[in-house]
């Protein structure tokens, strides 16, 4: 009930197509009872021309074939004609109407998905698979909008035709009526018995063809792994599994679905059947006419899709709540990252950076990945973080931008702490190069361009060079417009980090964090960008994250990062003195170029 209130919420805005709609499709039901009536009273009046004349027509051929039979047939049938005409057109807008706003209902709801999704913190997408995710805004929101197009219309449908049908079919004959529609509730048992199995059927389908597409993805991303393991044969035999599975429970829904359509035209075959019997008995005693029976046979027909609808409409409710109430789950999921009530800072970003006894724990995870970290650096200096994998560097920085909040302490910028600042307004100030390069498939512009709106050409051109990719880009054909990602050229693994950097600093952050950004370039370049960064970020706060002391000796401090806390931190020369970890690094990497230049 709830669901249901929730979900009238969003027709609100359509009230009126909805309503129109439903009066549409009144109409179109008022029309066709007109069919059956002017059948019948075409056969009657016919029958009665037979009864009257006897004399002149000894043959119903005769009969139809004579003047006045010819003039009663032409003129019911224009009427006919007039009416299964208005019948079309009334159809024609009910469809306009309720499933035209049943789509523009669906085209808010996902958006507002979207929207929703987009502000979701950083936690939510680590505790949901993104195939679920996907499954929220493709399938789920087009199962609810099932609840505003056929539901709807369908449950309108049946009302009003049922109606109209069962007060002529009284009118006509009471007794008859009753026989008439004695099966009909088996009929709509039997289509909610066959539509619940088609819908769970169709379920278990559902979740047998993501995993075929899954497989199939997981395949051709990781295509070249499985030439150079040898492994297409077992792929495919992993493949053809999957594909089997999804064949079998497909024919088992296919033999039901057949099962479907002959037994329901039995059942409509039964009450003709009773019909006919009943009504004829009726006709010998005078009580209906032939035409009555007609007539009758023409509503039972009538009646079937609605009632038979009826089973599939609860059904397609079912369905519709149930994905309805995931979606709400998500829409109701609390967005923690927001900017408070009091007003949001706004100013430009100085560069300070303080820990002040920060700890963090990852959602669901057992142990902290940071242990009471305090940590404090100048605006416009250089920072670097150094320590073994796993130990905590990335999850450090990606409390600065709020990727993530501190579970305890506080991460403050220029003295203020990062939940006053306005988040939007704190992520642009900050350039992040993150440690796995991401590149959308789109032009090498656009990939660098993505974080400022209406970059010019000149922008792009001077990140591009301060970052050193320009020269590698110049060389493509197609320069600053080459493609890359699935549909382009695949760049390699020290080009796309540069292109990244280029994507960072073009913001002209006050902040760039560089997340092992160099870890895919030689030495050589390595030097040329820190060259040129600090030439370009002399007044920014630059902080390095590094497994390399070449790319960090030169910083204004380093902090070298064990087990989530910090365990040292100092200048390259101070650590050095010290003979602790970092000196230990430094020695081992020292020894390792050494070995390597024989
Ligand atoms: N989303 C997450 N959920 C749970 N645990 C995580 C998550 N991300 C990282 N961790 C864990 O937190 C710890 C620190 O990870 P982090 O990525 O900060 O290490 P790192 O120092 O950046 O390592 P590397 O040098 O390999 O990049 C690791 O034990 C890691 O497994
Ligand atoms: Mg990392």
Known sequence: ??????????????????????????????????????????????????????????????????????AILAYNSLLLIGTVFLYGILLFATRQTLIVSSRKIEFDIRNT???????????YFSANRTGEIYVRATEDVGRVREYYGPVLMYTI????????????????????????????????????????????????????????????????????LIKAYNRIDYEQERFEEESDQYRKKKLKLDLVESLFHPTLNLLIGVSVLIVVWKGG??????????GNIAEFVIYVAY?????????????????????????????TEPIDILDDEKPAVEKKLKGSIEFRNVSFKYPGAEEYALKNVSLEIKPGSNMAIVGRTGSGKST????????????????LIDGINVKEWGVQHLR??????????????????????????????????????????????LDFEKKFETLVGERGI???????????IARAIIKDPGIVIFDDSLSAVDTKTEDAILEHLRVKLSDKTTIMISHRISTVKNADTIFYVQNGSIVEFGTHSELIKKEGHYSNMYQKQLLEQELAEI
Request: no cysteine; charged share 20%.
């Open 428 to 473: 642009k100030s900050i350039g992040y190069v993150p440690q796995e390069t991401f590149l959308f498939s789109t032009t090498i512009k656009e990939n660098i361009a993505f974080g400022v709106e209406n970059a010019s050409t000149e922008q792009i051109e001077k990140a591009a060079d301060q970052a050193q990719v320009l020269d590698n880009i």
């Open 157 to 224: 449908n049946t009302i009003t035709r049922a109606g109209f049908i069962i007060t002529m079919m009284i009118i006509v004959n009471p007794e008859l009526t009753f026989w008439a529609l004695l099966p009909l509730p088996f009929l709509s048992a039997f289509a909610y018995w066959v539509s619940g199995f088609i819908n769970k059927y169709q379920l278990i389908i559902q979740e047998q063809y993501s995993r075929i597409a899954g497989k199939a993805q997981e395949t051709f991303s990781s295509i070249r």
């Open 396 to 411: 450090l920085i990606n409390l600065i931008p709020r990727l993530f909040d501190a579970t305890e302490g506080e991460v």
């Open 303 to 331: 009646l079937t899709w609605p009632v038979a609808s009826l089973g599939y409409t609860v059904n397609v409710l079912q369905k519709s709540l149930a994905s309805w109430e995931r979606i709400d789950e998500m829409l």
């Open 490 to 500: 695949t760049l390699s693994g020290g080009q796309k980090q540069r292109t990244a």
């Open 281 to 290: 008995l009726m006709v010998i005693d005078g009580i209906i006419t032939l």
């Open 1 to 70: 009930m709830e669901s249901l209130k929730k979900l009238n919420h969003y027709l609100k805005k359509y009230k009126g197509a909805a309503i129109l709609g439903g009066i549409f499709l009144t109409g179109a039901n008022f029309f066709l009872i007109w069919i059956p009536v002017l059948i019948r009273q075409t056969m009657d009046e016919v029958e009665a021309l037979g009864a009257d004349e006897s004399a002149e027509f000894d043959s119903i051929i005769t009969i139809l074939f004579s003047s006045e039979a010819g």
């Open 113 to 123: 998905i979207m929207d929703k999704l987009l502000q979701l913190p950083q936690r």
